[in-house]
C-alpha cells in the first residue's frame, strides 16, 4: 500500500513541475492575440478620453471604457457565435430527425407481418433517398423561393456555396438549412408508408413518394415556413403538427381510400381479423427512436442558438416534448386497460407518438401541465380513432391516420390556449386549406396510378407476401 | 417395432426428455405443433379487435421403439408429462414398418 502511495505522490509532483516549467511557452502563444489586444486597448482608450472630456471622472472613464471593449466584442463574435450556434442546431437537428428515419422504419417492420418485413425496410431506404433528391432537385424552392404572401415558390435545384465560401449571411449557412428542412420532408414521406403496408405496389409509392416530396409538401411548406399567405394570415406551426404530421396523415387516408383494405382483414358483420406485428421489440424500439429524434424536430424548429434566450427556450422545448410523450403513453396506457382489461402495446406506441405530435404544433409556450394536457388528449384520440378506422373499413396498418392526421389536427388547433399571437379561427383556416388541398392533391396522385400502374398487388401475391412477390428477399428465411 | 408419437405441453418436454433417457430410448423427434382438444382457446385483443385463438401450441415427440418397449414408453410418457390440468395431450402408437440407419445402411430393431 505505501508503495503505491509513494508512486501517486511522485506522480503528482511531476505533474506540477511540467504545469510549472510549461507555462512560460503557454504565455508564448498569447503574443498571437497582442495585435488584438492592443485593438481593444485603443478602442477603450478612445472612449474614456471622450469620457474625461465631456467632465466624467476617472472611475467613470474606466467605465466607459470597458463598456466600449464589451460591446464591440459582443458585436464581431456575438454575430460570428450566433451564426455558428444557429448553424450547429440546423445540422444536429438535421441529422436527429434523419435518425426518425429508423425509427419509423423500426415501427413499421414490426407492425407488419413477418412476410412484408422487407419491403417496409426497402420502402423507408428508398423514400428517405427519394425526399433527399427531391428537396434538392426543386422541393426546397418551392418551398422557400417564393413571395412574401404567395403561394408557391420556383421550380429549380437548389444550389450551395463553393467549399471554404460560405458565409452564414441569412444568419446560419445555407446547406445546414437545407439539410434540416430536407429531414423533415423524409419524415411526412413515411408517414404514407406505413398505412398502406402490405399490399401497395412499390414502384406506384415510390411514383406518389416524388410527387410528394418534390410538390405537394413543398407547397403547403411554402404556405407557412416559406412566408406565404399563410404566415402572413398568422397561422402558427412551430414545428409541423399540420405541415408535416397532418400532410403526411392527409396523403395516407388517400391512399387507403384508394388502395382499400386488405384482403381478410374485415369481414361481414363489421368483424375485424387482426392482423398482428411480426416484432413488438422493433415497434418499440422504432417508437424511441422517433421520440429521440423528435428533440431535433421540436428543439432545432426555434431557428436560432445564439443566445442565451434561444438556448433557454430549446430547453424547454425539450422538456415539453419528452412530457407531452410521456403523457400521450401513460393516458393510452390507462385508458387501453380501463376499455380491453388488457394493455395493447401497440396501442401504447400509438399514445407516445400521437403526444409528440399534438406538442409539435406548439412545444414552446405551453407550461408542464399544459403539455401534459396536449399530449394526453393526443393519447386519448387514437385510443378511441383506432377502432374507429375499423368500423369505417379504413385499413390503417399502423395508425399512421390517428397517431399524424388526427392528433396533427388536435395538436395545431389547440396553439391558441397557451400562444397569445395565434387565433382559433385562423388555426382552422390553416388546417382546412392544407387540409384540403392535400387531400384533394393526393386523391389526384392515386387516382391517376391506380389507373396507369396499379397501385395493389394481385390477390396472390399479397397472400404470398410482398418479399416474395416484389423483393425477393425473405425477412426471416430460416424460421 | 412401433412408432410412438406423444402430443404433449411444451413446458413439459425437459421432464419427459429426461424420464425417457433413463430408460432405453435412444433418441426421439420434436416439433411444434399447434391443436386443440377438449382445452378450448381464449379470445384476444390486437388494437380494438377481439380475435379467437382456437389452436394452442403443442409439442409433437416421435420416438421409435421395440415393439415390446411400447407400452413401458407409453406409461413413462404418461408420467412425466401429466400436470393434471386440461390440454396434457394424449400419446397414439402406430405400427412401424422399417427403419434404416442411413450412415450405416442397418435396418430393423438394430437401427432403433
Known amino acids: 500500500m505505501t508503495s503505491i502511495k509513494n508512486k501517486f505522490t511522485a506522480g503528482i509532483f511531476a505533474l506540477f513541475a511540467i504545469l510549472i516549467f510549461a507555462t512560460p511557452s ?40 470597458n463598456d466600449a ?27 436527429l430527425v434523419m435518425w426518425m428515419a429508423a425509427g419509423f422504419t423500426m415501427l413499421e417492420t414490426g407492425l407488419v ?21 427531391m428537396f434538392w432537385l426543386i422541393g426546397y424552392n418551392v418551398m422557400y423561393g417564393g413571395e412574401a404572401g404567395g403561394f408557391i415558390g420556383s421550380f429549380s435545384p437548389s444550389n450551395f456555396p463553393e467549399a471554404g465560401a460560405g458565409t452564414a449571411e441569412a444568419g446560419y449557412s445555407v446547406a445546414s438549412d437545407w439539410f434540416f428542412q430536407m429531414a423533415f420532408v423524409a419524415a411526412t414521406a413515411s408517414i404514407v408508408s406505413g398505412a398502406v403496408a402490405e399490399r ?33 394570415l398568422g397561422f402558427s406551426d412551430f414545428a409541423g403538427s399540420t405541415l408535416v404530421h397532418s400532410v403526411g396523415g392527409w396523403a395516407a387516408l388517400a391512399g387507403v381510400i384508394f388502395i382499400g383494405a386488405r384482403n381478410g382483414k374485415y ?55 419528452n412530457l407531452a410523450a410521456a403523457a400521450g403513453a401513460i393516458t393510452a396506457m390507462i385508458l387501453v386497460q380501463l376499455i380491453y382489461k388488457k394493455v395493447d402495446v401497440t396501442m401504447v406506441i400509438n399514445g407516445a407518438l400521437a403526444g409528440l405530435v399534438s406538442i409539435t404544433a406548439e412545444p414552446l409556450t405551453p407550461s408542464v401541465p399544459f403539455a401534459l394536457f396536449i399530449g394526453a388528449i393526443g393519447g386519448a384520440i387514437v385510443v378511441f380513432t383506432i377502432p374507429l ?7 390503417d396498418v399502423v395508425g399512421a391516420i390517428p397517431v399524424h392526421l388526427l392528433a396533427g389536427i388536435w395538436g395545431t388547433m389547440i396553439v391558441p390556449l397557451t400562444n397569445d ?57 430460416e424460421f | 417395432m412401433k412408432l410412438v408419437m406423444a402430443i404433449i405441453k411444451p ?40 380475435y379467437a385463438v382456437n389452436f394452442i401450441p403443442k409439442l409433437k415427440l416421435e420416438i421409435a421403439v421395440k415393439a415390446d418397449q411400447a407400452d413401458n414408453i407409453v406409461s413413462i410418457i404418461r408420467n412425466s408429462a401429466e400436470s393434471g390440468k386440461i390440454g396434457d395431450g394424449k400419446i397414439f402408437v402406430f405400427d412401424l414398418e422399417q427403419v434404416t440407419r442411413i450412415r450405416t445402411g442397418e435396418t430393423g430393431d438394430t437401427a432403433l
Not at chain 1, 471593449?69 to 441529422?95: H, P, Q, W, Y
Open chain 1, 26 to 65: 503557454l504565455a508564448q502563444s498569447v503574443d498571437v492575440n497582442s495585435a488584438l489586444n492592443s485593438t481593444l486597448e485603443a478602442i477603450g482608450a478612445t472612449a474614456s478620453d471622450a469620457a474625461l472630456e465631456n467632465g466624467a471622472t476617472p472611475e467613470e472613464a474606466t467605465s466607459a471604457a
Open chain 1, 69 to 95: 471593449i464589451s460591446s464591440i466584442v459582443a458585436e464581431v463574435f456575438g454575430d460570428r457565435d450566433a451564426k455558428i450556434f444557429n448553424t450547429l442546431l440546423f445540422l444536429i437537428g438535421g441529422f
Open chain 1, 113 to 133: 407481418r413477418k412476410k412484408n418485413v422487407s419491403m417496409q425496410a426497402l420502402k423507408n431506404i428508398a423514400l428517405y433517398s427519394i425526399a433527399g433528391l
Open chain 1, 200 to 232: 401497395v405496389r412499390l414502384w406506384a409509392f415510390l411514383a406518389f413518394t416524388v410527387v410528394l416530396t418534390g410538390l405537394l409538401y413543398p407547397i403547403t411548406g411554402m404556405w407557412q415556413w416559406g412566408g406565404g399567405w399563410l404566415s402572413e
Open chain 1, 267 to 321: 369481414g361481414a358483420n363489421g368483424m375485424v381479423t387482426p392482423m398482428p406485428g411480426s416484432s413488438i421489440p422493433l415497434a418499440t424500439l422504432g417508437m424511441f427512436i422517433l421520440w429521440m429524434g423528435w428533440f431535433g424536430f421540436n428543439g432545432a424548429s426555434q431557428l436560432a442558438m445564439g443566445t442565451i434566450a434561444d438556448v433557454a427556450d430549446i430547453s424547454r422545448i425539450f422538456a415539453n416534448t
Open chain 1, 389 to 395: 378506422l375499423d368500423k369505417l373499413k379504413l385499413d
Open chain 1, 421 to 477: 399571437g395565434t387565433s382559433y379561427v385562423t388555426q382552422l383556416i390553416g388546417i382546412s386549406a392544407i387540409g384540403a388541398f392535400t387531400f384533394i392533391a393526393s386523391s389526384i396522385v392515386w387516382l391517376i396510378l391506380k389507373v396507369t400502374i396499379g397501385i395493389r398487388v394481385s390477390e396472390e401475391d399479397e397472400a404470398l407476401g410482398l418479399d416474395k412477390a416484389e423483393i425477393g428477399v425473405e425477412a426471416y428465411p
Open chain 2, 11 to 50: 413446458s413439459r418436454l425437459e421432464n419427459v426428455r429426461e424420464a425417457l433417457s433413463a430408460s432405453d430410448v435412444h433418441g426421439m423427434t420434436v416439433s411444434e405443433v399447434k391443436g386443440y382438444g377438449r382445452q378450448k382457446g381464449h379470445t384476444e385483443i390486437y388494437r380494438g379487435a377481439e
